[in-house]
Nanobody, 124 residues
Framework: QVQLVESGGGLVQAGGSLRPSCAAS????????MGWFRQAPGKEREFVAA????????YYADSVKGRFTISRDNAKNTVFLQMNSLKPEDTAVYYC?????????????????WGQGTQVTVSS
């Protein structure tokens, strides 16, 4: 099994940038497709972005396309989420997740492994 630990959240003004990361341990990182999800207060956890095992394929929610970039470094067992042009509606707890499924799944039920989350707050 893989263990996931997020870091790099924080407080930023609208229009600013953050780059949360997620460190993996306990298993072969390159065996997992990775995703980022977020959950705002009172809302369901929603898909943000996913990246395939080798990092070739990526997929984004429409709400973040063109502003967020997911990437991974399999040598360092880490996945990143570069977030630019942040908006107050991006405020949420951001979770990374891992799946042994192929491709770039966007369904959270396909992800078996989750981190504890990192808070991102965007002020207006």
């Amino acid at each position: 099994q893989v263990q996931l630990v997020e870091s790099g959240g924080g407080l930023v003004q609208a229009g600013g940038s953050l780059r949360p990361s997620c460190a993996a341990s306990g298993s072969t990182f390159s065996s997992y497709a990775m995703g980022w999800f977020r959950q705002a207060p009172g809302k369901e956890r929603e898909f943000v972005a996913a990246i395939s095992r080798g990092g070739i394929d990526t997929y984004y929610a429409d709400s973040v396309k063109g502003r967020f970039t997911i990437s991974r470094d399999n040598a360092k067992n880490t996945v990143f989420l570069q977030m630019n042009s942040l908006k107050p509606e991006d405020t949420a707890v951001y979770y990374c997740a891992g799946t042994l499924r192929l491709g770039v799944p966007s369904n959270r039920n396909l992800y078996a492994y989750w981190g504890q989350g990192t808070q991102v707050t965007v002020s207006s």
